[in-house]
């Protein structure tokens, strides 16, 4: 701060002003000063504005005499002026300190275009040679320099100005939309129906009501000095118009508020209705109210957040007490409550007693001035709880009437279009209905809107009769009723009574009727119609509703509507409807026939109010002649449990549990049948899916949400529904990524402050310090000191990993963001040790969820490729959690380009260097968890791959993955045996025997990549194969002719164990390939040709296509046979040593052993070894004997030599015995 002071002396020198740039940083000190986290975080604000003012001392002697640089003064006066209005918005809240955290975080949002504004006049002003001029401004080419660019630099000011201002209000206002957003969901609340209200005025006289402005009990209820004028209760007779007073009163409070200084009131209200399920609570109350207060106030929105989103769940008490904070963040408020006598049970009871007993209280501690007004009928409830408070009744202001004889008087006016009346009629008319409405302008509506139903003039004079005038509301029904049902024929009667009892018993239907005629049309004034607010001009969204609660308990008090009876019948429908096959049956069998009739239009009534039905079922007192039909009723509920239940077990649950349970189930099938929709919908055309399903929309699947049936107006807006559902918690900090990302549980909310938001690091580090060691302590401000000192943070030594690596590997989150937002891309090669790992590896490895988690975030959309690498990381190092993460990077259908590539980077990610015993593992669940994923049609609710062959979409992937991309043999000669066994389990027998270029079976590529010893994993492998087919594999050749078997006893790796278990499913042990080599010619060691042996029916004189035997083929080897093997065979049968070959020259093995030795100049330098295994074995005279049938004098005088040469007497002396060669 000393700094700060020194600095502005600068401007000082320049302007008589400067009291207003130090004078408020004094004062905002001072006021802090009696909160310390308040000073420690203005005092970081102004250090920031320190840093950005600190070149100026450059130019401190420039400034004195440059005019133009007056003007660059001028820029940073203004930015600082903004600064302190926003300093002045934060502590002049009345009790600033309650609300300081979430005031401060919306001040940081207001003040980072006017910091960015200043770093960036810093910028312009660092300038080398601009600098150098203020130190020497005598050289000309400086000064000329100098001045150029000070000149740019006023211009430029501007565009940066305006670039920041608009990137900060597009920022500004997609955080503020995504917090919106949450809130709504977690409320559940979407657009505030109050403000619909508002929008669709009752059709009444413009100026109707504004007599209450100049009633002296408003008067002094609006002024609200007094505390005995803080409530107003506005009562009346039902339907005499409290709601559209309260409007108007809404209206004029709103008008009032424009005119006054912002920020320095709220005004929030709500409609209680009795056929709206979400309007007829208190909590329901409570959730409206605090929206709207975010809605007008950005430090509200950062309260209300931080709240809810480290909320488990919102409890009543909850709800009250944050909507108490949030009314008493502003000097002044008001509240309007309509209709709580329409509130359920003893709701209104629950929100009187939190007006009067604790939201007033709070506002009097907080010296908020607050006053509510509380509309309703006096129903012997709302007159008793508020006899104390000031009233307005409208049964007794001469001014109401007078409203009600205005509106009556333009209505017959009307009325005289289509039936003539005289001047006189009319006034008698007027004064007829105006007389009888008591007060209710329900009433002069319904019996006006009957008249202009008639259908002559007859019937028009017919209805004034004294007998058949309608003298009160109840008559006025009744008339009605009498006229639209028995009137027009057995027909419309039902379609009357069916139609009314829908709309009474429902909880929100939309009426997708059938009948040629509306609604609206058939029940006439009982009913009214109003537009969905998504859908405003189509007319089967349209809410149908009756015209008021009167209507409801006149229409149910004569019998016209048997309330229980309808109740029964809907439960009856629900639950047969929702255990019918199309529902339950979606993802096993064909439902595109009952999509396209149009089956499943009633599918969301159905499925979120079948319990609300039977509730009121066994909940009613039904009689004896009605007790059949309560057992038929439970019996359809057991029925619906039973065909939505996936396992049996649960059918037997009790209570609650039970209840979740089936609604989670049928939940489910909703779902799958919304998704096979969607897909018709995709192939079909849009008109004849808007005429049985209606305009498409979003919908959530939570059935207990409001947007359930009423949907979303896009994906993206789902998306971020969705996302509060199922990540509700959130992260405090604002600037956090999980500040609108959220986790699913407190607890996993907690581990990332704890990896993002720490405040402790460790020690330095014994040793070197540097930048790598700063991020393994996590220490951010040492790692900022270093990037300030021009560390590049990209940048890795040999055999060490990157400092991003090391922060990652030290679970350091908060330093992760740094490097991250600074350009480091934790997606490249982090190490020299390893092409592969990268920070994302690294973190999947290591498990650091919440750091991956926020790599994937900053990603702005992984690429493919990046995509595909690291799920195959997941998969291999066995993270489930890493690799949900993963997939909910994409819906399903956007991971088709990936799908491909993940099993080549499944098998190349296999290093074979690295694989030990054991640690190649065959289980595929992971696998199948993603591919499960991506391809949800291919398997069933437990998970098991059901796509069937002749499936044209299973086709196109068979053929990517087994043919193009080869996956099956390269996963079995990479040692990747979880992605064979997952390829085992998915492909048909066409894919698995696929040969590839050289004819390989999988079997033959699977025994060429087995791990020496043979592990558990590699014989698990091999036995799947082996028993595919009842060992098909193991008797196909490749296209050398060989059989596994060949390439069992010829490869190093193959344990006995494997070769026993090849053998054993070898129907030929003797088969010969194309070079007539038979598994005993290619057997590469003694334990291999022991197991060989173990087979009696191996051909040990087999012969090759030289007419070899193995053992004579071995001979040739010279210094490199195996004598293991040799003497091996020779112990199997002593004949092989001296058997001749079956060829021209009837060679035997003596003399293979002889020219291999002479022939190679190699081999000649070493000693002979098969030769003097011959030359030593007991059979050494059979041997010389067939050896000097076919040779010459020169081939046994060579032999005498090497006999001579290896000291061999035994065999010399044999020579000498039968004239083998001369001496």
């Given amino acids: 701060m000393e700094h700060v002071e020194k600095l502005v002396t600068i401007f000082l020198n320049a ?147 305006s670039t920041l201002a608009s990137e900060h209000l597009q920022s500004k206002t997609i955080q503020a939309q995504e917090m919106k957003t949450y809130l709504e969901s977690r409320l559940d609340v979407s657009k505030s129906r109050s403000d619909l209200q508002l929008e669709t005025r009752d059709p009444i006289v413009e100026n109707s009501g504004n007599w209450i402005f100049s009633n002296p009990i408003f008067k002094c209820w609006e002024v609200g000095k007094s505390a005995e004028n803080k409530i107003l209760f506005l009562n009346g007779s039902p339907g005499s118009g409290k709601s559209t007073l309260a409007k108007t009163i809404i209206c004029h409070e709103k008008r009032k508020q424009a005119s006054e200084s912002s920020g320095r009131s709220f005004l929030a209200y709500f409609f209680f209705k009795h056929d709206a399920a979400d309007r007829r609570t208190a909590r329901s109350m409570l959730q409206h109210l605090i929206m709207q207060l975010v809605n007008a106030d950005e430090t509200i929105m950062g309260l209300a957040y931080e709240r809810l989103s480290t909320m488990e769940s919102t409890e009543l008490a909850d709800l009250k007490k944050l909507a108490s904070d949030c009314f008493t963040s502003r000097p002044m408020a008001t509240l309007v409550l309509d209709g709580l006598d329409e509130a359920i049970d003893s709701e209104h009871e629950v929100s009187i007693a939190w007006c009067l007993n604790e939201l007033l209280s709070v506002a009097k501690a907080r010296s908020c001035n607050l006053k509510v007004l509380i509309c309703g009928q006096r129903d012997g409830r709302l007159d008793v709880m508020l006899s104390s408070q000031p009233q307005i009744r409208l049964d007794m202001v001469d001014a109401h009437q007078h409203d009600i004889e205005h509106f009556t008087k333009l209505k017959v006016a009307e009325l ?138 006149y229409l149910v008090r004569n019998g016209t509507v048997n309330l229980l009876q309808e109740h029964i019948d809907m439960a009856l429908f629900c639950c047969r409807y929702l255990s019918s096959r199309p529902f339950t049956t979606g993802k096993s069998q064909n439902i595109s026939a009952d999509i396209h009739s149009g089956y499943f239009g009633f599918l969301d009534y159905a499925a979120a109010h079948y319990a609300v039905h039977i509730h009121e079922v066994e909940s009613s007192e039904v009689s004896t002649d009605a007790a059949p039909k309560l057992e038929a009723v439970k019996a359809v509920a057991v029925d619906l449990a039973k065909a939505n239940y996936r396992h049996s077990s649960v059918q037997t649950e009790e209570g609650d549990k039970a209840a979740q349970d089936l609604n989670l189930a049928i939940q489910d099938n909703v779902l799958v049948v919304r998704t096979l929709i969607g897909l018709q919908r995709e192939k079909s055309e849009t008109p004849i899916f808007d005429a049985t399903e209606g305009p498409f929309r979003h919908k959530c699947h939570k059935i207990q949400c409001s947007k359930f049936a009423m949907g979303c107006s896009n994906e993206a807006a789902l998306k971020k529904h969705l996302a509060v559902h199922e990540r509700p918690f959130r992260c405090p900090h604002s600037d956090c990524f999980a500040h609108t990302m959220g986790y699913a549980s407190p607890k996993r909310l907690e581990s990332h402050n704890e990896v993002f938001h720490q405040s402790v690091f460790r020690a330095k580090a014994t040793g070197e310090w540097n930048l790598y060691e700063a991020c393994k302590a996590g220490n951010l401000a040492e790692v900022k000191r270093f990037h300030r000192e021009g560390a590049d943070l990209k940048h890795y030594r040999p055999k060490i990993d990157s400092p991003l690596c090391a922060a990652v590997e030290a679970g350091h989150g908060n330093i992760c963001k740094y490097l991250v937002d600074n350009g480091v891309d934790p997606f490249r090669v982090g190490s020299r040790c390893s092409t592969t790992r990268t920070p994302v590896v690294a973190a999947i490895y290591r498990e650091r969820q919440e750091i991956l988690e926020f790599f994937l975030h900053r990603s702005n959309g992984l690429n493919n490729s990046n995509l595909a690498k690291s799920i195959a990381q997941a998969i291999h190092a066995d993270r489930p959690a890493a690799l949900n993460m993963l997939l909910a990077t994409r819906q399903p259908r956007d991971h088709a380009d990936v799908i491909k590539l993940v099993p080549s980077e499944i098998t190349s990610q296999t290093d074979l260097r690295l694989v030990r015993r054991d640690s190649h593992s065959i289980d595929a669940t992971l696998i199948h968890a993603w591919f499960q994923y991506v391809k949800p049609e291919f398997y069933n609710e437990k998970g098991v791959f059901i796509a069937q062959s002749d499936c044209a979409e299973y086709k196109i992937w068979g053929d990517i993955i087994f043919r193009q991309v080869d996956s099956f043999h390269r996963a079995l000669r990479g040692r990747c045996f979880s992605l064979a066994n997952f390829l085992m389990d998915i492909g048909n027998d066409e894919y698995l025997q696929i040969k590839i270029e050289d004819s390989n079976t999988p079997l033959h590529c699977c025994l060429r990549g087995l791990c020496r010893g043979g592990c558990s994993s590699c014989m698990s492998m091999l036995r799947r194969l082996l028993q595919y087919g009842s060992g098909k594999f193991a008797n196909i050749t490749d296209g050398d002719g060989r059989l596994p078997a060949h390439v069992a006893v010829s490869y190093w790796g193959p344990s006995q164990a494997v070769i026993r278990a090849v053998l054993d499913s070898t129907e030929d042990i003797n088969h010969k390939s194309n070079s007539g080599q038979s598994p005993l010619h290619e057997a590469s060691s003694r334990n291999k040709i022991s197991v060989l042996l173990e087979n009696k029916s191996v051909d040990l004189f087999s012969r090759n296509n030289r007419g070899q035997t193995a053992f004579s083929a071995l001979c040739n080897g010279g210094y490199f046979v195996n004598i293991e093997v040799l003497g091996y065979l020779f112990e199997a049968d002593p004949r092989l040593a001296w058997t001749p070959d079956k060829s021209e020259d009837g060679l035997t093995p003596f003399h293979h052993a002889m020219q291999s030795h002479y022939l190679h100049p190699y081999n000649s330098q070493r000693p002979n070894r098969a030769a003097k295994f011959l030359l030593t074995c007991f059979e050494v005279k059979r041997v010389l004997v067939e050896f000097q049938a076919k040779s010459t004098d020169a081939d046994r005088r060579k032999v005498r030599d090497f006999a001579g040469k290896e000291n061999l007497r035994e065999a010399l002396d044999i020579m000498d015995s039968i004239r083998f060669s001369p001496i």
Wanted: charged share 30%; proline share 2%.
């Fill in 15 to 161: 302007s008589d002003f400067v009291a207003f740039i130090w004078g408020p940083i004094k004062l905002a000190l001072m006021v802090a000063t009696t909160w310390t986290d308040a000073v420690r975080q203005l005092i970081d604000a102004y250090e920031e504005i320190a840093e950005a003012l600190g070149n100026l001392a450059f130019f401190h002697n420039l400034i004195q005499s440059r005019d133009h640089l007056k003007l660059v003064l001028e820029d940073y006066f203004s930015d600082i002026l903004r600064f302190h209005r926003c300093v002045l918005d934060v502590f002049s809240r009345p009790e600033w300190k309650r609300v300081f955290k979430w005031a401060w975080g919306s001040f940081r949002r207001e003040v980072k275009p006017i910091l960015e504004s200043l770093k960036r006049k810093q910028a312009l002003l660092s300038d080398d040679k601009l600098q150098s001029h203020a130190i020497l401004k005598e050289v000309q080419d400086s000064d000329h320099y100098s001045k150029d660019q000070f000149s740019k630099l006023h211009t430029s000011l501007e565009d940066i100005r």
């Fill in 416 to 553: 005289h279009a289509r039936f003539p009346l005289t001047q006189q009629e009319e006034e008698a008319l007027v004064s007829k209905i105006s007389s009888a409405s008591q007060g209710m302008f329900l009433y002069a509506r319904v019996v006006l809107d009957h008249l202009a139903e008639m259908d002559s003039i007859q019937e028009f004079e017919d209805e004034l009769e004294e007998d058949t005038f309608p003298e009160d509301l109840d008559r006025a029904y009744d008339r009605i009723a009498q006229r639209i049902m028995k009137k027009q024929g057995s027909s419309r009667h039902k379609t009357v009574k069916k139609i009314l009892g829908w709309v009474i018993y429902k909880e929100i239907c939309n009426i997708k009727n059938l009948r040629r005629d509306s609604c609206k049309s058939i029940c006439s004034s009982l009913v009214d119609v109003t537009n969905c607010d998504m859908f405003p001009n189509i007319g089967s969204e349209q809410f149908v509703s009756m015209v008021h609660e009167t209507a409801t308990k």
